[in-house]
Every structure is written in C-alpha cells, then in structure tokens.
C-alpha cells in the first residue's frame, strides 16, 4: 500500500459574476494579467425545507493572452465560467504582516454576458471562450494525460 501516488491533480470549475471591474496590468517583462473577483450563488434548502442563498466570493488571476481577452470584454455585473486552478501566494502587507491568499488561475474563460448591439441580435448570446495553455507545459505526463481524460467527459 505505501506504494499508491495520489494524483496530483487540480482543477476547478466555478460561475459567477464580476463584483467589480477588473485591474489590468502588465508585469515589468510586459507579460499582461488582469485579476477581478466573482460572486457565485448556491441556492439549497435548509433543515426546514425553506429555500436559502449563499454567496462564494472567489479571486481570478489570468495571464498572457486570457487577459488580454479579459480586459476590454469584462465589466461589474458580467457572468463568467472560469475553468482553472486554485493557487495560493504570500505577501507581505503594508504593516509588515505577511497575507496569504487563495485564488484561482484561469485556464479557460466563457464570457457568458451578451455583446454590445450589433455585434449579434438581441435573442443570441455571445458565448465566448478563450484558453491560456501557457502553464500545460508544466504538467506531469501523468498529470496531462488526467486533464485530458476529464475533458473528454
């Protein structure tokens, strides 16, 4: 038994909606990422049988090309699938302290909003995604050929 390896796998899948514009930067090497944060609702029924509301507020950070797509197609308000991974960073903060934060690295973003008119009709929604693969060359050949299993599904 000491022989079994987890798999190293991390993914997740979320939707929800800007909670507010998202900050687009470029890093000093020019490398463009934009990050913005989403609420996402789960409705469920309490012991009651009375219908609730809770909302997960989740941090996005995407890179390179994603973000570009990001940055003049997102605004407050707008609906999103994101596919990615949780990722976690330090920081220190202006007192000193350090800050460690959970977010989540976009791998594939739907904009699920409708465009401005006359980029579609009023009845068509613009569901659009863009991908970032930049970070799949990091993968484990295990852990890629996982990732493409889960696709296929």
Known sequence: MADFKMPELNSVVIAGNLTKDPI???TTSGTPVVNFSIASNRRFK???EEWKEDV??????AWNR???????RLKKGNAVL??????????KTED?????IVE????????????????VSEKEEDITSFTDDSFDSLLSPED???LKDSEKQ
């Open 144 to 146: 890629s050929d996982l």
């Open 56 to 61: 997960c507020y989740v941090g996005i950070v």
């Open 66 to 72: 994603l973000a570009d797509s990001c940055k003049d």
């Open 82 to 91: 994101v596919d990615g991974e949780l990722q976690s960073r330090t920081f």
């Open 46 to 48: 309490d012991k009651n």
């Open 96 to 100: 000193g302290l350090n800050r460690t």
């Open 24 to 26: 687009f930067r470029q």
């Open 104 to 119: 989540i690295k976009a791998r594939r973003i739907q904009f699920l909003n409708k465009r401005g008119a006359g980029a």
